[in-house]
């Protein structure tokens, strides 16, 4: 399916290299959202940390389900295994990450999340979170800037951006 602005796609190795070739030559800014986004910081730990040394206005954007709520322990679950503590191994590698930099901020949200949303400047992949089906088994959308449903997400992100709460970067890890 495929219109002027949108683009369903698959995701399979050759999305994530397409994902790991926008984030190399990203300029502005980068907004995610997820559970754990292991993936996203095993691919682009170093490169991001980089890019916001070498360019102050660089941003980068992370909205987490908060790891100790139910939402992310029962995605978690879904996700992976029981007893898993995947999720919560993570958020405390992101939050050691982010202290690499001030632009590298990260917010919680006590809420789960129906979408997946990944801004890398001026295109956007979106995604959904079917019960008991790992994200990366389910579809991407790809949007460009100038459609409405690239509007609508990233007014979403933002909104959700507003009402998180902030991580201080000396806090403690989650246990």
Known sequence: ?????????????EDLEEYNELVK???KSIDITGYSLRGFYESN??????????????????????????YSINRDVEENEQG?????????NLLKWSKKSQNIQIKLIDAP??????RIDDIMYTGPYFYRTSSKETYTNRLNCNGWLFKAY???????????????????VCE
């Open 45 to 70: 730990k170093d490169i991001l940390v980089n890019k916001c040394s070498e360019n102050k206005e660089f941003i980068v954007r992370i909205i987490l389900v908060n790891p100790t709520s139910q």
């Open 113 to 118: 999340l129906s979408d997946m949303i990944y």
């Open 25 to 27: 030559n990203a300029r």
């Open 1 to 13: 399916m495929s219109e002027n602005n949108h683009k369903c796609i698959i995701c399979g190795s």
């Open 154 to 172: 990233q007014e979403n992100f933002d909104r959700m951006w507003s009402e998180a709460k902030d991580i201080e970067k000396n806090r403690g």
């Open 84 to 92: 898993s503590h995947l999720f919560k191994e993570t958020y405390n």
